[in-house]
């Protein structure tokens, strides 16, 4: 929910957009529930109700409701929108005169200058990763094949390690996703770990770990553990 409100009210999305994002999570939730033998009693949105969470946070944190504003302005003038790290989106359609046309241009303005931090922090956090890595491979304590950074998608890094390591392995994703080599960071990082004996073992609903921690030290198994944060 907190994650829905906060992306849908930075993109540009109103009342209507969150109230139907809630209730479609909502509906997911309770149909895992079922699925499981569980009943979940969760109560759908209203558009008012919609409403009233978006005015809560813009009250909130208005700091965010004045980047939007900086940055529109700044998008309407130039036509293009500048990131933290100086890269730019261009974004021509601001100049459409179809209001429709140009209101979304000013929202993939918006998301740019955003997400292209978020990409490149994630970036620069899994080179570091691996340079951690590849010298404690090289110090022999840690083999070659017990930790392997799979890919990323979104801001997600994807992992592979050794059932025995995954505590290990855990601490030191966490440690390069919160604190990007990168100066000047604008704000502070927090991320999540969530790990599985199978892809299909995460959850992203919920972001539940699916292996408790006592499960991945003690239980025995041949599968190698993904960690992903």
Known sequence: MAA???????????KE?????????????????????????LQEYSDDMAQKILD??????????QY?????????????????????????????????????AVRQAVNATI????????????????????EMVERGEMRHEDFHILGTIHDAAYCQVS??????????LLKHMTAPPMENCPVPI???????KSWDAFDEDFGTALVDEDDSTDEESEDDMEDAA
């Open 17 to 41: 957009a969150l109230a139907k994002k809630v209730n479609e999570s909502i509906i997911e939730r309770q149909e895992l529930a079922k699925s499981k033998g569980e009943t979940l009693d």
């Open 115 to 134: 997400q292209n931090p978020a990409s490149v922090s994630l970036l620069l956090s899994i080179c570091s990763l691996q340079e951690e890595i590849d």
């Open 68 to 104: 939007i504003k900086d940055v529109t302005i700044s998008t309407l003038q130039t036509g293009f929108a500048r990131s933290f790290f100086g890269y730019k989106r261009r974004v021509p359609a601001v100049n459409s005169e179809d209001e429709g046309i140009k209101a979304q």
């Open 163 to 172: 059932e025995d390591i995954l505590l290990q392995a855990r601490d030191m």
């Open 56 to 65: 809560d946070y813009f009250e909130k944190y208005q700091g965010v409701a």
């Open 190 to 196: 927090r991320a999540e770990a969530e790990w599985g």
């Open 4 to 14: 829905l409100r906060q992306f849908l009210s930075v993109y540009g999305g109103g």
